[in-house]
């Protein structure tokens, strides 16, 4: 069974920073690279920053030198780490393999707003 169970979402001023987790089942955390996604109202969803399983990440040109995805392959966990946010940031953001499974989790809101 397919479950991916995002945390960590909230609102935060331009400049903070929040750690966004993600739970997922073995069966997708053992055989693919995981990934971050966004979307924001509107938009359609985007790739954010993956991680292949031995550590390799690729990220969006929007969000280089500010977001770090890491994985714990012993939890089934990938973090998003997300620094000096803006407010163009703001979205709901999922995690997934990559490529993405057809199953998606419930995605956590990032607000991001003075």
């Known amino acids: 069974q397919v479950q991916l169970v995002e945390s960590g979402g909230g609102l935060v001023q331009p400049g903070g920073s929040l750690r966004l987790s993600c739970v997922a089942s073995?069966?997708?955390?053992?055989?693919?690279?995981m990934a971050w996604y966004r979307q924001a109202p509107g938009n359609g969803r985007e790739l954010v920053a993956r991680?292949?399983?031995?550590?390799?990440?690729n990220y969006a040109d929007s969000v280089k030198g500010r977001f770090t995805i890491s994985r714990d392959n012993a939890k089934n966990t990938v973090y998003l780490q997300m620094n000096s946010l803006k407010p163009e940031d703001t979205a709901v953001y999922y995690c997934?393999?990559?490529?993405?499974?057809?199953?998606w989790g419930q995605g956590t809101q990032v607000t991001v707003s003075a």
């Open positions: 073995a069966s997708i955390f053992s055989r693919y690279a």
């Open positions: 997934n393999s990559h490529p993405s499974l057809p199953t």
């Open positions: 991680i292949i399983r031995y550590g390799d990440t």
